[in-house]
T-cell receptor, first 110, second 113 residues
Framework: QKEVEQNSGPLSVPEGAIASLNCTYSDRVSQSFFWYRQYSGKSPELIMSIYSNGDKEDGRFTAQLNKASQYVSLLIRDSQPSDSATYLC??????????FGAGTRLFVKA | NAGVTQTPKFRILKIGQSMTLQCTQD?????MYWYRQDPGMGLKLIYY???????DKGEVPNGYNVSRSTTEDFPLRLELAAPSQTSVYFC????????????FGSGTRLTVV
């Protein structure tokens, strides 16, 4: 079992729809959870962080965390073609270790 | 404010050659990291540093070396390049431990032939 698992996609949604990206992790002691956006040929960019169970909203983005189910998700409301990218889930048990998933490719159709 | 700057952006090496990937940050971050990213794989940690003079191995350190003489600079050295080192390399920094999230440089695309 991979430490951080994501569906590779591509996930295709129409413009204006909600995109739902999911991630599961194996280390139960994980403390910090992140979503990075990576455009093709570019570097990852931190867009959301979440540390406690529940939802965290930032503009059109909502991160959801369920530690009991070892599950973290990212919702993108009113998806735009500019949201088309690969989204990396990252999980940290603390200290200096962060485990990255391989990413989910999102394609928003205009 | 440049953030994290990496050079070069692209490089082709022949098998057995050596090179240094440069990374510098101007955010006064103590924590710096080197990752490699291969197609379909997550980012893999090569080395990290928690401050000037302090470095440690990550998940995939073989074939690489680092140094951290200043807070700003964290170069990655490849000795005796091998085709398996063909990858995209990212330098990152953070203000604290991994709980804080990272700021990444623009990356170096390295091909070993």
């Amino acid at each position: 079992q991979k430490e951080v698992e994501q569906n590779s996609g591509p996930l295709s949604v129409p413009e204006g729809a909600i995109a739902s990206l999911n991630c599961t992790y194996s280390d139960r002691v994980s403390q910090s959870f992140f979503w990075y956006r990576q455009y093709s040929g570019k570097s990852p960019e931190l867009i959301m962080s979440i540390y406690s169970n529940g939802d965290k909203e930032d503009g059109r983005f909502t991160a959801q965390l369920n530690k009991a189910s070892q599950y973290v998700s990212l919702l993108i409301r009113d998806s735009q073609p500019s949201d088309s990218a690969t989204y990396l889930c990252a999980v940290s048990p603390g200290g200096f270790k962060t485990i990255f998933g391989a990413g989910t490719r999102l394609f928003v159709k205009a | 404010n440049a953030g994290v700057t990496q050079t070069p952006k692209f490089r082709i090496l022949k098998i057995g050659q050596s090179m240094t990937l440069q990374c510098t940050q101007d955010m006064n971050h103590n924590y710096m990291y080197w990752y490699r990213q291969d197609p379909g794989m997550g980012l893999k940690l090569i080395y990290y540093s928690v401050g000037a003079g302090i470095t440690d191995k990550g998940e995939v350190p073989n074939g690489y070396n680092v140094s951290r003489s200043t807070t700003e600079d964290f170069p990655l050295r490849l000795e005796l390049a091998a085709p398996s080192q063909t990858s995209v390399y990212f330098c990152a920094s953070s203000s604290g431990t991994s709980n804080y999230g990272y700021t990444f440089g623009s990356g170096t695309r390295l091909t070993v032939v």
